[in-house]
């Protein structure tokens, strides 16, 4: 293949805004904020995970209180019945008197185990609702350190992507210069190659492979015309001459 040597420049253009765009797109995915945002959504999982719980232990407890409470208005509604009855003078057989007084004093020690259980419950309430401050609080701040990175990774985005439109463009103009023919040697050659498809010949070393030709290659180099098309051969690359290439 032949090209003009100043086509095959104009492609080693076309490599360097290639290497740009790739540079670019590298720095889009491995920017800190993707980890950071990782770490932090992880955190986030779990403390609302924490969260739901405790409120749900709150909710439970809520539900458990309010049956205790009615337990105990019941024990208590029972209990001054009772007494009413004893106090009225009603029930005269001391055998039922008996009974009465004693099933008072039943229902007062069982009011008092009640309401136990009702200063129990409402101790884990507390405590749940405590723990569902406390992980609010925690949530949101977190939540605070998500939103400012997810921010932070969009404008760094963004001024990657504006970067990588303008470099496109550039691409587009330089390419268009290229001959057809070459610059499809060039795009299969970059795509089996790692990125790089076409490599300066400097001081006598490909800049592909970083390997310096032996006299043999270089005497090959020397004798080519100047607008053919050269490969190195080690990484057969296209092998463009400059004015540093040494020869």
Not at 47 to 56: I, K, N
Not at 105 to 115: F, I, N, T, W
């Amino acid at each position: 293949m032949n090209a003009a040597p100043a086509d095959q420049i104009r492609l080693l253009d076309v490599q360097a805004l290639d290497v740009r765009l790739a540079q670019l797109a590298h720095k889009r995915a491995s920017l800190p904020e993707h980890a950071e945002l990782e770490s932090l959504n992880k955190d986030l999982s779990q403390l609302r995970d924490l969260l739901v719980a405790a409120q749900t232990e709150e909710s439970d407890t809520a539900r458990e209180q309010t049956k205790a409470e009615q337990d105990v208005d019941q024990v208590r509604q029972r209990a001054t019945r009772d007494q009413q009855r004893l106090d009225s003078g009603a029930v005269t057989s001391p055998k039922d008197l008996e009974n009465l007084q004693r099933e008072i004093v039943s229902l007062a020690k069982r009011q008092g185990d009640l309401e136990d259980v009702v200063l129990e419950v409402m101790e884990r309430r507390e405590a749940a609702q405590e723990r569902a401050a406390e992980l609010t609080g925690r949530v949101e701040s977190v939540q605070a350190k998500v939103d400012d990175a997810t921010t932070r990774r969009d404008t760094a985005q963004q001024d990657l992507d504006a970067e990588a439109a303008s470099v496109t463009k550039e691409r587009e103009v330089v390419s268009a210069a290229v001959p057809a023919d070459l610059l499809k040697l060039y795009e299969k050659l970059r795509v089996q190659q790692g990125g790089v498809g076409a490599a300066r010949l400097y001081q006598r070393r490909c800049e592909g492979c970083q390997l310096e030709l032996n006299i043999t290659e270089l005497n090959e180099v020397r004798a080519a015309a100047p607008d053919s098309v050269l490969r190195c051969e080690n990484c057969r690359r296209i092998l463009v001459r400059t004015s540093e290439s040494g020869l």
